[in-house]
């Protein structure tokens, strides 16, 4: 006899909630750093300028560890901070990420999501999203399409 409960925990067995879509946590923690860059956009080279970079990290699970956590906030925190001690009060265009490639703030974000992703796949843990906010109002966000894994 299927009841209720039965059909709860099928959903809960297969990470799938009643409507068909997986459950799915994210955690999210934000830091800043200082940097200069000079870009050639259209042609034309910008002059050397800086900004307070802010910088979002997404990191998702579809499972809960022990303790009811994606993970403790306190662990990426330090994560981002290492990557972001290497950016802060630098001129980005000499950085060796940087040798051939713009210091856009979209490969700032590729750039962080990689080396966030050194530790977060080791642990099972999935980026959802990179944010970096080079003003108030202007942000590019990097992501990996993760289907079908």
């Known amino acids: 006899m299927i009841t209720t409960l039965n059909i709860l925990l099928v959903g809960l067995i297969s990470s799938k909630n009643l409507s068909g879509y997986k459950n799915m946590y994210e955690i999210t923690v934000r830091k800043t750093f200082s940097a ?7 042609g ?4 050397l300028h800086g900004h307070n970079f802010r910088v979002e990290a997404t990191v998702a699970s579809e499972e809960l560890d022990t303790d009811g956590l994606v993970m403790d906030f306190r662990v990426l925190k330090k994560w ?3 990557i972001l001690e290497d ?3 630098t001129f980005l265009n000499n950085l ?4 051939n490639t713009s210091p856009t703030s979209e490969n700032i974000a590729r750039f962080i ?7 977060t ?12 906010w080079e ?10 399409n993760h289907s079908g894994s």
Do not use: C, Q, W
């Open 135 to 144: 003003s108030e109002n202007s942000k590019a966000v990097y992501t990996k």
């Open 87 to 89: 950016l802060d009060h």
């Open 121 to 132: 796949s080791v642990m099972g843990l999935k980026i959802s999203r990179i944010a970096v």
């Open 80 to 82: 981002v901070n290492e």
């Open 36 to 42: 200069a860059h000079t870009l050639d956009i259209g």
């Open 113 to 119: 999501y990689n080396r966030l992703e050194e530790n």
């Open 44 to 47: 034309k080279r910008e002059d």
């Open 96 to 99: 060796p990420a940087f040798k």
